[in-house]
């Protein structure tokens, strides 16, 4: 037997419920795979509460990136069972056993874990995306990235370090400060103590950045545009304080701004996208370029409650859920 956390309508943490069903049998071109480690992210939380359109009028289960171990394959499969195998994609994570397309898996090398693995696909392939196509930052620049002490945070920090690019980042309370600066930021500003506009203009002498990545939203994408020089670019890629619904297009005019607004999936469904992407990321980690920082585990059967903890942003890192 499996199981899976389910939500059967939108709304608060309150609707996940636990739910017992046999262990799932691949068709054609797919595998069961029994997962170890599941990754947690905010649009999880999106779906879970409605902000996202939910893909069926039925129970979801949510969950966008997962490792795990291939115990059955289909026709046409080249995978193996006993293969380690990692993923991301939009929802279907939070189950100990799960039927996936062989080819969204890609294997995991022997010297990455698999909690490592779930804790990077979404979040490491975000962060190609956004330093590769959605403003490739290059040497010399310097960024500003919001949220500089979450799992993606994290990540961007030392990747755009080991690129020669000058980060600035934003985050609340000294310790997530000390641990964005831990992970590659040359600055990072404390959100609660400081005005960010009003650092990063300090800190660039008054120039701006040439580009901001901005998963927050609501609370920061109209300032966001305060600090970016003539022709920058704005990357909003998520948000996590609600929309910015004040947002007007005309508001580019200010310097002539660029606006991109990108998500994983899109970037993932593009052929052999996801094979290279992934391929460079596991790079970087076995380079220790990258280094994945786990803030927390929570069992899978406790996902309510580490909802309850990503939303009032009380944690750090890579957060990890364990069938």
């Given amino acids: ?169 934003t985050a609340g309370g000294p310790e997530k400060c000390a641990l964005a600066k831990a992970h590659g930021y040359a600055h990072v500003i404390d959100y609660r103590k400081q005005d960010f506009v009003a650092e990063v203009m300090r800190i660039t002498e008054g120039k701006g950045v040439q580009a901001v990545y901005d998963s927050v939203g609501d609370v920061t994408l109209m300032k966001s545009l305060d600090v970016l020089e003539r022709f920058g670019t704005l990357v909003s890629f998520g948000q996590s304080s609600g929309p910015a619904l004040d947002f007007r297009v005309n508001d580019l005019a200010r310097g002539s701004l660029r606006l991109t607004r990108p998500t994983l999936f899109h970037h993932t469904a593009r052929p052999g996208w996801l094979k290279s992407a992934s391929a460079d990321l596991f790079a970087m980690l076995r380079s220790g370029a990258v280094k994945v920082e786990i803030g927390q585990r929570f069992a899978l059967a406790d996902v309510a409650k580490a909802h309850v903890a990503l939303e009032a942003r009380q944690t750090t890192g890579s957060t990890v859920l364990n069938p």
Avoid: C
């Fill in 1 to 169: 037997m499996s199981y899976a956390m389910v939500v059967s309508a939108p709304g608060g943490v309150e609707n996940f419920r636990r739910v017992t069903r046999e262990i799932p049998q691949p068709g054609p071109g797919e595998v069961t795979l029994r997962q170890t480690a599941i990754g947690l992210n905010y649009i999880d939380v999106y779906f879970r509460s409605g902000l996202y359109p939910w893909p069926v009028p039925a129970d979801l289960i949510t969950g966008s990136e997962g490792a795990g171990v291939v115990e059955l394959v289909g026709d046409g499969v080249d995978l193996k069972p006993g293969m380690r195998v990692a993923y991301t994609l939009p929802n279907g994570a939070y189950a100990s056993h799960r039927v996936i397309a062989a080819d969204q898996l890609v294997p995991i090398p022997d010297d990455i874990s698999d909690e490592v693995a779930a804790a990077v696909m979404l979040k490491g392939l975000t962060v190609h995306y956004l330093i590769q196509h959605s403003f490739p930052a290059l040497e010399g620049d310097t960024v500003l990235f919001h949220a500089a002490a979450g799992g993606v945070g994290l990540l961007a920090g030392q990747w755009l370090k080991a690129r020669g690019v000058r980060v600035i980042g």
